[in-house]
């Protein structure tokens, strides 16, 4: 590898500080964007968005036919008919990854029987208590691993750039 250097990401790799627009060419709202949104502009931005359904509706329609997008078009409306179901507590996955990581040394298998044995809306039996605790703590483990990179990149991106005021100000204070 002599002769080769290894090459540095800059900051144009990273997403634009702006936001980006989305398919009916406005930007996305935000909380602070519709409080500060007149009725004139919500108005502009509705009769846009139903513009653009229009224009994909007909669109559709030309290389299906009418009542095949009408059809796709119900189909996409409808409402998921799957989902956590009521018989699973709400907050189970902090639950479980709570008593996983109260319990150091155990094993996930004897956690999960613990947690059946203890609550009954977990999971209907102790193995899939257990297999949820390992799909959430895989899930956590990859999401360290996602930001410890991500945080490795903007420190290797910001390498060259000026310090800024904070940045100035906190070395001045632990002078």
Known sequence: ???????????????????????????????LGA??????????????????VLEAFLAAS????????????????RRPKRGAGKSIATDRDAILL?????APGESIASVARKLHAKHQ????????????????VQERKDREYRRRVEARRWRMA???????LISGALTARKK
């Open 62 to 77: 030309q290389h299906l036919g009418e009542e095949v997008a009408r059809e796709l078009f119900k189909q996409v409306l």
């Open 35 to 52: 409080a500060c949104e007149s009725g004139v502009e919500r108005q502009r931005r509705v009769t846009r968005v139903k513009a653009g």
């Open 158 to 164: 910001m390498r060259n750039e000026p310090p800024s």
């Open 121 to 136: 809306r977990l999971g209907n039996t102790p193995a899939a208590i257990a297999a949820q605790i390992r799909k959430l």
């Open 1 to 31: 590898m002599e002769g080769r250097e290894l090459k540095m990401p800059t900051r144009p790799w990273y997403p634009p500080v702006e936001s980006l627009k989305d398919i009916f060419g406005l930007h996305h709202v935000t909380i």
């Open 98 to 102: 709570a008593a996983f990581d109260a």
